[in-house]
Nanobody, 117 residues
Framework: QGQLVESGGGLQQAGGSLRLSCEASGIIFSTYNMGWYRQAPGKQRELVAVVSSGGGTTYADSVKGRFTISRDNVKGTVTLQMNSLKSEDTAVYFC???????????WGQGTLVTVSS
């Protein structure tokens, strides 16, 4: 059973930076696509960024040029570097691990990011 643990959320002023990390266990990390999603109050969960098992990345239009996702297959971690934060980035951020074709998807417990304007 896969487990994901996020860290690094908190309060930051608009224009600042935060770095989120997610550590995975119980899965063959290198075979999973790893993603960050977020859910703001009263809104649906949305994709922020994904890094595939092969290293390719995809970003939501709203974060392109500001956020960077990366993975370390040795440590079993995925990181989201968030720069030039905006108040609309305020949300609970979730780490996700999924393997195409398997139907398997795991979620972390979420970490709160609050950006003050």
């Amino acid at each position: 059973q896969g487990q994901l643990v996020e860290s690094g959320g908190g309060l930051q002023q608009a224009g600042g930076s935060l770095r989120l990390s997610c550590e995975a266990s119980g899965i063959i990390f290198s075979t999973y696509n790893m993603g960050w999603y977020r859910q703001a109050p009263g809104k649906q969960r949305e994709l922020v960024a994904v890094v595939s098992s092969g290293g390719g990345t995809t970003y939501a239009d709203s974060v392109k040029g500001r956020f960077t996702i990366s993975r370390d297959n040795v440590k079993g971690t995925v990181t989201l570097q968030m720069n030039s934060l905006k108040s609309e980035d305020t949300a609970v951020y979730f780490c996700s691990a999924s393997r195409v074709g398997s139907g398997l998807q795991y979620w972390g417990q979420g970490t709160l990011v609050t950006v003050s304007s």
